[in-house]
């Protein structure tokens, strides 16, 4: 007899009641779509809730297990339903001069100071907490001034667990997609409004046949715009290169 199918549990708000419960009154979760993308922006949604917010909407979950209709259909639920939200980007060309987890921080503050109250504790997708300033002084100079960096708190799968973070996700996702189908317009060669940018094989195709736009991440190894003998003196690999690749793959198969 074969085995039965894992449960799938849903996102909940148990991490979020306990760290209420911990002080932590205003809660921000934060997750970014865009990481692994060859092409456009790094996009980070963040969605606040305190007590008075209730279960999220059903259906709430990461972005990557809804279909793309369904996204859409869940951003006014999640904006009725939050106490704030907001969506931050940084673009290819910021990628390009600063580095993709610089950009990630830049993005995410964008949304910080977009959303306009200050979170006492940020929700972070990961096991690793980019979002914090890092030590480098004027890193981010050519920016401004921002808000400073509230705490954080990472958990390796929080997309999955909380539905802050799951929600933050969607608005994020959704934000981004739309912004690629809209570049597609004036870039129809790439295929950005199935793919989004991501290394998808027409995508591929039309880098090798025409070349990277001003909208691609040009400091990156763009597949088919080298040759074997340029390889040893081309910029080096994406930190975390492996695993941009593993989400670029979950990306892109999810629509």
Not at 174 to 187: G, I, K, Q, T
Not at 250 to 255: C, K, L, P, S, T
């Amino acid at each position: 007899m074969p085995a039965a199918p894992p449960r799938t549990r849903k996102p909940s708000l148990r991490v979020e009641r306990a760290l209420q419960r911990d002080g932590h009154r205003v809660l921000a979760g934060m997750d970014e779509v865009g990481r692994g993308a060859l092409a456009g922006p790094v996009t980070v949604g963040v969605v606040l809730i305190d007590e008075t917010c209730r279960s999220a909407p059903t259906g709430v979950r990461d972005s990557k297990l809804l279909t793309p209709a369904a996204r859409e259909a869940m951003v006014p639920r999640i904006r009725r339903w939050c106490l704030g939200y907001a969506v931050g980007h940084a673009s290819a060309d910021e990628i390009d001069r600063i580095g993709i987890m610089a950009a990630l921080r830049l993005a995410g503050m964008r949304a910080l100071d977009a959303v306009g109250v200050a979170p006492d504790l940020v929700i972070l997708d990961g096991n690793h907490d980019w979002l914090t300033a890092p030590g480098e002084v004027g890193l981010f100079a050519f920016a401004g001034e921002g808000p400073t960096t509230p705490p954080v708190t990472t958990m390796i799968k929080a997309d999955l667990k909380c539905s802050s973070v799951a929600a933050a996700s969607v608005l994020a996702k959704v934000e981004r997609d739309a912004l690629m189908v809209e570049a597609a317009r004036d870039h129809p060669t790439y295929g950005w409004a199935e793919n989004k940018g991501y290394a998808a094989p027409e995508h591929i195709a039309a880098l090798e046949s025409e070349g990277p736009c001003a909208l691609h991440r040009r400091s990156w190894r763009l597949p088919g715009t080298m040759v074997e003998d340029e390889v040893e003196e081309a910029v080096e690999p994406t930190p975390h290169h492996d695993a941009l690749q593993a989400e670029a793959l979950d990306e892109r198969d999810a629509g």
